[in-house]
Protein backbone atom coordinates (compact mmCIF):
# COMPACT_ATOMS: atom_id res chain seq x y z
CA UNK A 1 0.00 0.00 0.00
CA UNK A 2 0.95 3.55 -0.77
CA UNK A 3 1.39 5.47 2.18
CA UNK A 4 1.26 9.38 2.74
CA UNK A 5 2.57 11.11 5.67
CA UNK A 6 1.47 14.51 6.72
CA UNK A 7 2.94 17.37 8.14
CA UNK A 8 2.41 18.91 10.02
CA UNK A 9 0.26 17.16 12.06
CA UNK A 10 -1.10 20.33 13.77
CA UNK A 11 -0.17 23.79 12.52
CA UNK A 12 -1.56 26.60 14.89
CA UNK A 13 -1.81 30.38 12.30
CA UNK A 14 -3.69 33.69 12.95
CA UNK A 15 -6.08 34.53 10.02
CA UNK A 16 -4.82 36.71 7.33
CA UNK A 17 -1.51 34.25 7.41
CA UNK A 18 -0.60 31.75 4.37
CA UNK A 19 0.44 28.15 4.91
CA UNK A 20 1.77 25.29 3.29
CA UNK A 21 0.54 21.53 4.26
CA UNK A 22 2.68 18.88 3.16
CA UNK A 23 1.69 15.32 1.76
CA UNK A 24 4.63 12.74 0.99
CA UNK A 25 4.06 9.64 -0.34
CA UNK A 26 5.99 6.52 0.04
CA UNK A 27 6.64 6.22 -3.37
CA UNK A 28 6.40 8.35 -7.02
CA UNK A 29 2.29 8.82 -7.48
CA UNK A 30 2.84 11.30 -10.60
CA UNK A 31 0.11 13.67 -9.53
CA UNK A 32 -2.36 11.43 -8.64
CA UNK A 33 -3.10 12.95 -5.37
CA UNK A 34 -6.17 15.05 -3.79
CA UNK A 35 -6.96 17.21 -1.07
CA UNK A 36 -10.07 17.15 1.14
CA UNK A 37 -11.33 19.76 3.96
CA UNK A 38 -12.86 18.57 6.46
CA UNK A 39 -15.04 20.88 9.23
CA UNK A 40 -16.10 19.23 12.12
CA UNK A 41 -19.34 17.23 11.86
CA UNK A 42 -19.34 17.85 8.47
CA UNK A 43 -18.55 15.40 5.71
CA UNK A 44 -14.81 15.55 3.93
CA UNK A 45 -14.91 18.42 0.86
CA UNK A 46 -12.83 18.21 -2.13
CA UNK A 47 -10.64 21.15 -2.23
CA UNK A 48 -7.99 19.86 -5.46
CA UNK A 49 -7.17 16.87 -7.66
CA UNK A 50 -4.80 15.48 -9.03
CA UNK A 51 -2.10 17.60 -7.11
CA UNK A 52 -2.78 21.33 -8.64
CA UNK A 53 -6.20 20.93 -10.72
CA UNK A 54 -8.92 23.79 -9.31
CA UNK A 55 -12.67 22.44 -8.01
CA UNK A 56 -15.58 24.60 -9.21
CA UNK A 57 -16.74 26.55 -5.74
CA UNK A 58 -13.55 26.25 -4.01
CA UNK A 59 -12.06 29.52 -3.30
CA UNK A 60 -9.09 30.74 -5.11
CA UNK A 61 -6.89 30.55 -2.00
CA UNK A 62 -6.42 26.99 -2.60
CA UNK A 63 -3.94 25.49 -4.49
CA UNK A 64 -1.67 22.69 -4.72
CA UNK A 65 1.38 21.67 -6.20
CA UNK A 66 3.52 18.91 -6.25
CA UNK A 67 4.54 15.28 -8.19
CA UNK A 68 6.27 12.20 -7.71
CA UNK A 69 6.38 11.79 -3.45
CA UNK A 70 6.28 15.57 -2.52
CA UNK A 71 2.65 17.50 -2.66
CA UNK A 72 1.89 20.70 -1.07
CA UNK A 73 -1.79 22.28 0.25
CA UNK A 74 -1.33 26.15 -0.45
CA UNK A 75 -3.91 28.47 1.73
CA UNK A 76 -3.49 32.79 1.21
CA UNK A 77 -4.42 34.31 4.05
CA UNK A 78 -6.00 31.90 5.72
CA UNK A 79 -9.34 32.84 6.61
CA UNK A 80 -11.16 31.88 9.91
CA UNK A 81 -13.78 29.44 8.23
CA UNK A 82 -10.56 27.79 7.12
CA UNK A 83 -9.71 25.98 10.12
CA UNK A 84 -10.79 22.01 9.92
CA UNK A 85 -8.44 19.08 9.27
CA UNK A 86 -6.98 18.62 5.69
CA UNK A 87 -6.52 15.22 4.37
CA UNK A 88 -4.72 13.93 0.51
CA UNK A 89 -5.91 10.72 -0.77
CA UNK A 90 -3.45 9.05 -3.82
CA UNK A 91 -5.33 7.67 -6.42
CA UNK A 92 -2.06 5.70 -8.40
CA UNK A 93 -2.95 2.31 -7.11
CA UNK A 94 -5.21 0.51 -4.85
CA UNK A 95 -6.18 0.28 -2.25
CA UNK A 96 -7.10 4.30 -1.93
CA UNK A 97 -5.10 5.62 0.83
CA UNK A 98 -5.30 8.95 2.88
CA UNK A 99 -3.46 10.56 5.00
CA UNK A 100 -3.38 11.14 8.49
CA UNK A 101 -4.41 14.85 7.97
CA UNK A 102 -3.39 18.15 9.06
CA UNK A 103 -5.50 19.96 11.61
CA UNK A 104 -5.42 24.03 10.94
CA UNK A 105 -6.40 26.18 14.08
CA UNK A 106 -6.26 29.10 15.55
CA UNK A 107 -3.38 30.42 17.26
CA UNK B 1 -27.90 17.85 -7.37
CA UNK B 2 -26.24 15.11 -6.25
CA UNK B 3 -26.76 13.78 -2.87
CA UNK B 4 -26.18 10.44 -1.01
CA UNK B 5 -27.53 9.42 2.80
CA UNK B 6 -26.63 6.69 5.10
CA UNK B 7 -27.98 4.74 7.04
CA UNK B 8 -28.23 1.92 9.68
CA UNK B 9 -27.86 0.86 13.38
CA UNK B 10 -25.43 3.20 14.98
CA UNK B 11 -24.68 0.05 17.37
CA UNK B 12 -23.35 -3.22 16.84
CA UNK B 13 -22.13 -6.48 19.10
CA UNK B 14 -19.13 -7.91 18.26
CA UNK B 15 -19.02 -10.61 16.12
CA UNK B 16 -22.12 -9.62 14.11
CA UNK B 17 -22.23 -8.25 10.68
CA UNK B 18 -22.71 -4.22 10.19
CA UNK B 19 -25.01 -3.30 7.33
CA UNK B 20 -25.09 0.16 6.17
CA UNK B 21 -27.26 1.46 2.71
CA UNK B 22 -26.47 4.19 0.95
CA UNK B 23 -29.32 6.20 -0.95
CA UNK B 24 -29.06 8.12 -3.70
CA UNK B 25 -30.54 11.31 -5.20
CA UNK B 26 -29.86 13.66 -8.63
CA UNK B 27 -27.98 10.68 -9.92
CA UNK B 28 -27.80 7.24 -10.94
CA UNK B 29 -25.46 4.43 -9.77
CA UNK B 30 -25.45 3.15 -12.91
CA UNK B 31 -22.59 5.37 -13.62
CA UNK B 32 -19.41 6.61 -12.08
CA UNK B 33 -18.12 4.49 -8.85
CA UNK B 34 -19.62 4.85 -5.70
CA UNK B 35 -17.69 3.93 -2.73
CA UNK B 36 -17.81 3.48 1.29
CA UNK B 37 -14.66 4.65 3.40
CA UNK B 38 -14.54 5.37 7.44
CA UNK B 39 -13.11 7.29 9.79
CA UNK B 40 -11.85 5.84 12.86
CA UNK B 41 -11.81 7.47 16.68
CA UNK B 42 -8.28 9.92 15.97
CA UNK B 43 -9.21 10.78 12.49
CA UNK B 44 -7.46 8.13 10.97
CA UNK B 45 -9.26 7.29 7.53
CA UNK B 46 -10.11 4.12 5.55
CA UNK B 47 -10.77 3.08 1.80
CA UNK B 48 -13.08 0.48 1.92
CA UNK B 49 -14.10 -0.88 -1.57
CA UNK B 50 -16.30 0.76 -3.96
CA UNK B 51 -18.97 -0.69 -6.48
CA UNK B 52 -18.88 0.22 -10.25
CA UNK B 53 -21.55 1.42 -12.75
CA UNK B 54 -21.85 -1.85 -14.09
CA UNK B 55 -21.51 -3.66 -10.75
CA UNK B 56 -18.16 -4.58 -10.47
CA UNK B 57 -16.30 -4.45 -7.07
CA UNK B 58 -12.89 -4.06 -5.57
CA UNK B 59 -11.90 -3.80 -1.99
CA UNK B 60 -9.49 -2.91 0.51
CA UNK B 61 -7.03 -6.15 1.25
CA UNK B 62 -7.10 -5.27 4.93
CA UNK B 63 -10.50 -6.10 5.13
CA UNK B 64 -10.14 -10.00 3.98
CA UNK B 65 -12.96 -11.36 3.01
CA UNK B 66 -15.46 -9.58 5.91
CA UNK B 67 -16.84 -6.99 3.67
CA UNK B 68 -19.30 -6.82 0.57
CA UNK B 69 -20.79 -4.24 -1.31
CA UNK B 70 -23.94 -4.56 -3.04
CA UNK B 71 -26.55 -2.71 -4.70
CA UNK B 72 -30.26 -2.24 -5.63
CA UNK B 73 -30.40 -0.14 -9.21
CA UNK B 74 -34.24 0.36 -9.22
CA UNK B 75 -33.99 1.77 -5.72
CA UNK B 76 -30.79 4.00 -6.81
CA UNK B 77 -28.93 2.77 -3.52
CA UNK B 78 -25.72 0.54 -2.37
CA UNK B 79 -25.16 -1.40 0.42
CA UNK B 80 -22.17 -2.15 2.65
CA UNK B 81 -21.99 -5.26 4.45
CA UNK B 82 -18.95 -6.04 6.92
CA UNK B 83 -18.99 -9.31 9.19
CA UNK B 84 -17.51 -10.44 11.89
CA UNK B 85 -16.66 -6.70 13.48
CA UNK B 86 -14.81 -6.12 16.64
CA UNK B 87 -14.55 -3.15 18.26
CA UNK B 88 -12.12 -1.83 16.19
CA UNK B 89 -14.97 -1.15 13.52
CA UNK B 90 -16.20 1.51 15.57
CA UNK B 91 -15.75 5.03 13.11
CA UNK B 92 -17.94 7.00 11.12
CA UNK B 93 -18.98 5.40 7.96
CA UNK B 94 -19.00 7.70 4.83
CA UNK B 95 -20.34 6.42 1.57
CA UNK B 96 -19.15 8.74 -1.70
CA UNK B 97 -19.46 9.53 -5.46
CA UNK B 98 -16.42 9.13 -7.47
CA UNK B 99 -15.84 11.52 -9.88
CA UNK B 100 -15.63 10.26 -14.08
CA UNK B 101 -15.39 7.11 -15.59
CA UNK B 102 -12.58 5.70 -12.76
CA UNK B 103 -12.62 5.91 -9.20
CA UNK B 104 -9.68 8.65 -8.66
CA UNK B 105 -11.19 11.09 -6.12
CA UNK B 106 -14.88 11.97 -3.87
CA UNK B 107 -16.66 14.63 -5.47
CA UNK B 108 -19.88 13.81 -3.48
CA UNK B 109 -19.72 12.14 0.19
CA UNK B 110 -23.03 11.53 2.58
CA UNK B 111 -23.28 12.89 6.15
CA UNK B 112 -21.92 9.86 7.50
CA UNK B 113 -23.49 7.55 10.59
CA UNK B 114 -21.59 6.68 13.35
CA UNK B 115 -21.08 3.03 14.05
CA UNK B 116 -19.92 2.14 17.36
CA UNK B 117 -19.02 -1.75 18.18
CA UNK B 118 -20.02 -3.04 21.67
CA UNK B 119 -21.88 -5.60 23.73
Known amino acids: DIVLTQSPATLSVTPGESVSLSCRAS??????IHWYQQKSNESPRLLIK???QSISGIPSRFSGSGSGTDFTLSINRVESEDFSVYYC?????????FGAGTKLELK | EVQLQESGPGLVKPSQSLSLTCSVT????????WGWIRKFPGNKMEWMGY???????SYNPSLKSRISITRDTSKNQFFLQLNSVTTEDTATYYC?????????????WGQGVMVTVSS
Open chain 1, 89 to 97: QQSYSLPRT
Open chain 2, 51 to 57: ISYSGST
Open chain 1, 27 to 32: QGISTS
Open chain 2, 26 to 33: GYSITSNY
Open chain 1, 50 to 52: FAS
Open chain 2, 96 to 108: ARSHGGYPYYFDY
